[in-house]
Structures are given as C-alpha cells and as structure tokens.
C-alpha cells in the first residue's frame, strides 16, 4: 500500500501550510476560549477552501476523495491549530434520509458555517439505549409540539438549527414510533441548561429543555417512524475514524511526551506510541477501503473501540509524565475519560460488535 501523496495531494497539502503559516495562533485550541472561536475556525477553513473537502458541491462541498479530509487532519496538528469541526455525522444524516428540500435548505450553511446545529439525541434516562428516548413530539396541524430533555448536546447554547430524535408515536415498538426533526433553537419553549466538564470547560455541551417548542411538520426528516433509520445513519458516520480519528492529535502528543522524557520512557508511554501506530494504520486502512468503494455497518463499532482505547492510552501516558501539576496534560487526561461514553459507551459498542459482527446471542 503506497501511503505517498499524488502530485494533486502534495499540492494540496503545500498550500494548506501555507495558509496554516499565516493563521497560526489566530484561534484558541482548547478550553472556553477554543469553544468561542469554533464557529469563527469553521468558516474561516471553508472560506480559504479547507472544509467540507469531501461533501457534495451542490451543498457548498468540493466532492474531493476523502485522503483529502486525512490531509486536512494531519496538517492541523502538524500545526497546532485547533482541529476540524464535527459535523460529517449530521452531513450523512440530513444529506442520506432528507428530502431534496431540506438538503438545499440546510446543508449549505450548515458546512459553510454560517448556521450552527447541534444533535439532539441523547437523554438523562436514555443515555445508551437510545431507543428508549421519551422526548415527544406531538402533531399540532402544520406543526409539531416537542416536550422532554436533552443532554450532553454539544454547543447546544449556540446552535441555531437542532436534528432532533423524538418519538412521535408512543404505541409501536420503541425503535419504530421515532421521527427526526431539523428543529429551530431560538424560540420559545427552549430552556439551555450548560453542564461544566472536569476539566474546567463550560462551553463544550449542555442539557436542554423542551416544553411546547414547536417545529414545521414539513422540516421532518423522512416519513414518521424513520428516525431509527437516521440515528443509525448519524452514530455510525460519527464512530469512524475519519470522523473522530484524529490520530495524528494522538502521534503528534505522544511525540511531544517523549521529548519531555530523554531517558527510558515510562510504559505508560511506550504502550501510548504502540496504540498510536496501530490507529493510524487502522485509519489509513478504512481510508483504502472508502476509495475502493466499501461502506461500513457495525464496523463503526470497532473503530470507536479502537479510538477510546488509543485516546485513553494516551491521556494516561499525559498523567504518568506531567501529573497532577501541568494543568494542561492533566487537562487532556480529564477528557479522555469521557471517550468510553460519548459517541456510544463501549460496552453498547461491545455488544454490537458481539451480535451484529460475530453473530453471537443470535
């Protein structure tokens, strides 16, 4: 497998440092202050042509192979600039199970940044059964009346636009009784409740409130009952590793804990650079098989495994070296803890991969 970039690629990369040369230090890469400037980073990448590298252009993307967005990754932390937003999952979501309507309506600012969504998915009582969301959405005439509770809903108190996972007929079976929405954030009935992190940000995600917010029967994504299909759509483009990967973010700290340790490394980090290898190898080989055309199910969960365990792997290398007392490698182990629930815990990853994958209770 030849890992060396084209000559369109090099060219590519060669003016992406360019411009990350005459950006560099202009945005913040962690903490409240990163979380400000994200919507700022965003469209300042898509301005100078750096986002939505591999998404359609007639939603404003460059329909480029995805080497292209593994590029962009790379040279981002070569950098040490912040990182690419999210927002593939519900680019996938929206762009596979909407209607062209709402493809036009809403894709456009959603990758150019000039709109800002969030997901609204998770629930304090639904957490990693997803099915089980109670959040309704009651059909009104033309509208729908929406009631119940987000939470762990990233940049929920600046988002302008939610796709919103609510059920809508309450007598089927729950998989089959939920329907998605791209749902209004400014309005009333939506109360922002921002939920402070371990680490000290505040502005990462919160818990929101829905008690008679309304949304147009016509911004449904699909017919009723087909938000099972959407949200399986959405966690598996958002549990792969070109999507939240970002292995060279991993490579390039554990290098930076190694410089900090010139004698015999601590195996905390020689485990760190191990996982760090075996993930990039891993990313480069779903990117092989994206350009040959293959599409992945439940594999998704096995990525997601493999990233947790790798970030993990590498917040404890952080701590080992810079313990208690460097704010910012005990900062960067914080958040990896966070990795084995977000996205999905990895105990639901474990029993996908056990039934969907090895066939296994069946």
């Known amino acids: 497998m030849d890992f060396r970039d084209?000559?369109?690629?090099?060219?590519?990369?060669?003016?992406?440092?360019?411009?990350?040369?005459?950006?560099?230090?202009?945005?913040?890469?962690?903490?409240?202050?990163?979380?400000?400037?994200?919507?700022?980073?965003?469209?300042?990448?898509?301005?100078?042509?750096f986002f939505g590298l591999s998404w359609p252009k007639a939603y404003g993307g460059q329909e480029l192979p995805p080497v292209y967005d593994v590029i962009l990754d790379?040279?981002?932390?070569?950098?040490?600039?912040?990182?690419?937003?999210?927002?593939?999952?519900?680019?996938?979501?929206?762009g596979r199970h909407g209607s062209e309507e709402l493809r036009r309506r809403f894709l456009p600012g959603m990758i150019?940044?000039?709109?800002?969504?969030?997901?609204?998915?998770?629930?304090?009582?639904?957490?990693?059964?997803?099915?089980?969301?109670?959040?309704?959405?009651?059909?009104?005439?033309?509208?729908y009346v929406v009631r119940g509770h987000k939470i762990w809903t990233s940049y929920s108190d600046v988002a302008d636009r939610c796709l919103l996972l609510a059920r809508t007929d309450p007598d089927v079976p729950r998989h089959e009784g939920l329907s998605a929405f791209v749902i209004a954030m400014n309005q009333v009935g939506i109360e922002q409740r921002p939920l402070t992190m371990m680490n000290g940000v505040t502005k990462e995600f919160g818990q929101v409130l829905f008690d008679g917010a309304?949304?147009?029967?016509?911004?449904?994504?699909?017919?009723?009952?087909?938000?099972?299909?959407?949200?399986?759509?959405?966690?598996?483009?958002?549990?792969?590793p070109a999507t939240l990967g970002f292995s060279a973010r991993y490579g390039k700290l554990v290098r930076e804990l190694a410089a900090r340790t010139p004698g015999a490394a601590p195996p905390e980090l020689a485990w760190a650079v191990v996982e760090t290898e075996m993930l990039r190898l891993h990313v480069r080989r779903r990117l092989s098989e994206q350009l040959d055309g293959v599409s992945h199910g439940p594999e998704g969960s096995l990525d997601k495994l493999l990233m947790t365990w790798t970030e993990q792997t590498v917040g404890h290398a952080a701590l080992a070296i810079g313990g208690t007392g460097d704010p910012e490698l005990l900062n960067a182990y914080l958040y990896t803890r966070a990795q084995s629930v977000m996205g999905g815990t990895s105990q639901i990853q474990k029993n996908i991969i056990a039934s969907r994958i090895l066939g296994l209770g069946a």
């Open 6 to 49: 084209s000559p369109q690629e090099a060219a590519f990369r060669e003016r992406l440092r360019t411009w990350l040369t005459e950006r560099a230090g202009e945005f913040p890469t962690s903490g409240d202050a990163y979380w400000a400037r994200q919507g700022d980073w965003h469209r300042a990448l898509h301005a100078a042509g």
């Open 74 to 94: 790379e040279e981002l932390a070569r950098a040490g600039t912040p990182a690419r937003p999210s927002l593939g999952y519900l680019v996938q979501g929206l």
């Open 112 to 143: 150019d940044g000039t709109e800002r969504w969030c997901q609204g998915f998770s629930e304090p009582g639904a957490g990693s059964d997803l099915a089980a969301l109670t959040t309704s959405a009651t059909r009104d005439g033309d509208t």
């Open 214 to 240: 309304t949304v147009p029967a016509d911004q449904m994504v699909g017919a009723p009952g087909e938000g099972w299909a959407l949200a399986m759509t959405v966690v598996g483009h958002e549990r792969e």
